[in-house]
């Protein structure tokens, strides 16, 4: 059985049917050549500020059996992600029994970019103009920014228009997505 894998001396005893007997012993090695079962799992990986990603193989590793031994998650293929892998990616897991069986499956990693992008805003002064209003835009305050997978886009500053009454300093709001 599995606690027998390996080299084993056994003892032959044969006899001629009048008493007289005669022993050897020789090896008898005893193999697994059955591989392990296994099953992935799909993930979901974020990228991070650097946008860059590493998963291990137990990040997708679902569960496996063997027949005389344990399941080791050895590798995953590709196992590094980065800004032109977002969306769906399949990787490839191996794993081992300890015996020199291996099996393979393969699995879903959805990239996905979560990092909002990082700005900077600058103070600016608006004079109103004759009928007493002035507006802005996002370029008005954007003084600038960065993204780990994108371009800063300027989507709107609010609030961005004013009057008589917002006369002195207005705190607004810089929205930008990447």
């Known amino acids: 059985?599995?606690?027998?894998?390996?080299?084993?001396?056994?003892?032959?005893?044969v006899n001629d049917g009048h008493g007289n007997t005669s022993t050897c012993t020789p090896t008898v090695t005893v193999a697994d050549n059955i591989p392990p079962t296994v099953t992935c799992k799909n993930i979901t990986a974020y990228l991070n500020g650097s946008g860059s990603v590493t998963?291990?193989?137990?990040?997708?590793?679902?569960?496996?059996?063997?027949?005389?031994?344990?399941?080791?998650p050895v590798s995953v293929t590709p196992n590094t992600f980065n800004c032109t892998n977002i969306g769906a990616n399949t990787v490839t897991l191996t794993v081992n029994d300890g015996h020199g069986n291996t099996s393979t499956c393969t699995s879903t990693v959805t990239v996905a970019d979560n990092t909002?992008?990082?700005?900077?805003?600058?103070?600016?002064?608006?004079?109103?103009?004759?009928s007493g209003s002035a507006s802005i835009t996002p370029a008005d305050v954007y003084n600038s920014g960065s993204d780990n997978c994108g371009t800063v886009n300027l989507?709107?500053?609010?609030?961005?228009?004013?009057?008589?009454?917002?006369?002195?300093?207005?705190t607004v709001t810089l929205t930008v997505n990447d």
């Open 1 to 13: 059985n599995c606690s027998n894998i390996g080299a084993n001396t056994v003892t032959l005893t």
């Open 55 to 72: 998963i291990t193989p137990a990040d997708v590793y679902n569960n496996g059996s063997d027949n005389c031994g344990t399941v080791n």
């Open 116 to 130: 909002p992008p990082a700005i900077t805003c600058k103070n600016i002064t608006v004079y109103l103009n004759g």
């Open 155 to 170: 989507v709107s500053v609010t609030p961005n228009t004013f009057n008589c009454s917002n006369l002195g300093a207005n």
